[in-house]
């Protein structure tokens, strides 16, 4: 099964930027609707943002404006942009499958000091 890896997490101070990647395997991604997750309070995978395999995205009221997630097919890999971030941003970040097909991986920690 597919398991993605996901990187680029790291300490930022409120306002900063990172950019989170996902890479997979040759074609992995390419047919899907890929997107971002993380961990909820209640230990649920919430929906950050999503792409589908055309462009199209959608994102988590709570990131909108600030996040932005792009796909590059012929890399096999799915990005996050995330500017003006937030200590309520802080979190583990997961990338899967739109509908969670894919083996779930160990994610990226992001985390935002005030």
């Known amino acids: 099964q597919v398991q993605p890896v996901e990187s680029g997490g790291g300490l930022v101070q409120a306002g900063g930027s990172l950019r989170l990647s996902c890479a997979g395997p040759e074609n992995a991604f390419s047919a899907k609707s890929m997107a971002w997750f993380r961990q909820t309070p209640g230990n649920e995978r919430e929906l950050v943002a999503s792409i589908t395999s055309y462009g199209t995205t959608n994102y988590a009221a709570s990131v909108k404006g600030r996040f932005t997630i792009s796909r590059d097919n012929a890399k096999n890999t799915v990005y996050l942009q995330m500017n003006s971030l937030k200590p309520e941003d802080t979190n583990v970040y997961y990338c899967?499958?739109?509908?969670?097909?894919?083996?779930w991986g160990q994610g990226t920690q992001v985390t935002v000091s005030s």
């Open positions: 899967n499958s739109l509908y969670r097909t894919l083996k």
